[in-house]
């Protein structure tokens, strides 16, 4: 049980909350954007599904090696606005305009016009995002030094980040309704300069009002910048090797790894059974149930999830509300068998709770609808007339505690970590490099667990094109959708079993560093 009160110079100003949370919230809505606009690459711009796969892979690889690059150099710079917020704010003003731009082409175009043009934006998009959000992270390492003022900071800017989730689930259902957009090219195009200047304008507030450690109080600082990068290739490898021995922060990666990444495996599997399972192959009966259950979803954690689980390791620590977080999320996996059957789903809308839900809530759209259209927003609409699969909520408050407690928590963790690696290996620190490795960490699964998710649904017999699947497939990925997160979320409990870096360890690191050379 936490026994320590954060001092008050350990504690991060409201005021910097916000703009860090701001800065998460523009995190979470430039990959969220961009993973559910490049559905419309085939539907809208006519491209060809092995281009689009290539245009989703290629890109990446030069995520990976920009991503450590950019965590020394930002750990190493000098500049009379501190280490990181420079490349902050150039990150974010790049990173909005180059997606916009990235998506503004025609279906009139040539194919292999639009492969090119897409590929060298978005490449350069991705380099512009590196050059954002890998100093962002490092800032929220090195805000304060507090082991609780930590996680209170990370589970503030995760909030934020899920408003992003609330938001990202609709572009699908806005761009894809002939009443808002003439076609789909028009509403990408459209959406995307939308989505880019809001990144602006958010992106650039923790450059101006955040606050870190300014590298000129720093020992063996290399005084790196993109000009003299190149000769200083040998010192940036030497800082991912350290780095890389850091047994606490390994744990933290492969616990990530495998949580984060199971659930990323099946996160369009809800989608396909509600609709090929639950309506049969009807997108339009389905409606805009998968876009309330993705929202649903983060609104809970945002505002149910983090708060608790930032509650629980102010009070237990952070490796034991990891374990409490993640228990509770395979419950949450193993209740979708009960949440997603349609034969309770129909016993539910027959009682008497079931048919008050779905009169109230018919009435209630009934009300709003005039305000609704006057808006333009009557996609926002729940049909209730056929009944409602409103089991398919019961499992959401015990799923996000999987992802809710993940980044609070590690993110908070690594920030002791770095701590921990200054003890051992000196000076500078090198939050950068830590945000750096543990992301491209996260990006690398992903790519992984997306390929095993597409692997999944076709030894489940899944046929992308077809208008119903057999009940056979449904059922077998039914199985899959629970099975693959609860086993991935249950080896890393038993990794983070034995995590070391307690509360009263980090706070001894703390005391020993500030001796060594007093507080930054």
Known sequence: MSHYKTAAKDKVPIGQKAAFGAGHFVLNLLPGALGFFMFFLLTAFGMDPLYAGILGALPRFFDAITDPIMGFISDNTKSKWGRRRPYIFIGAILSGLLFA?????SPENSQVYNFWYFLILSILFLVGNTMYATPLVGLGYEMTSDYNERT?????????????????PWFWVIIADPQIYESQDIGVRHLSIIVGLVCVVLG??????CRGIDAAHMKNRKDINL???????????????QVSKNKPFMKLCGATFLV????????????????????????????TWPAWFSTITAVITAFVVIPIISAIANKWGKRKAFIISTVISIIGYIMKWWGFDNGLNEKFNQTGFGESLNTGVASLFEAINPFLESVGMTWFSIDTSQGSPWLIFIPIPFIAFGLGGLFTLMMSMTADVCDLDELENGMPRKEGTFGAIYWWMVKIGQSIALFLGGLVLKLVGFISDAETQTAETMHSLRIADIIIPSVTAAIAIWI????SLTEDRAREIKAQLVERRGEL
Do not use: D
């Open 101 to 105: 731009l990235t998506w503004q082409m």
């Open 204 to 209: 650039v507030l923790p450059a101006i009002f």
């Open 496 to 499: 983070m079993w034995k995590y």
């Open 260 to 287: 984060f990444n199971g659930f990323q495996m099946v996160a369009a599997f809800s989608v396909y059974i509600i609709v090929f399972y639950m309506y049969n192959g009807s997108y339009g009966e389905a409606g």
């Open 227 to 241: 000009k003299t990068l190149a000769k200083n290739l040998k010192e940036l490898w030497q800082s991912i090797i």
């Open 152 to 168: 209170r900071l990370m589970a503030f800017s995760n909030t934020m980040g899920q408003i992003a989730w609330m938001i990202v």
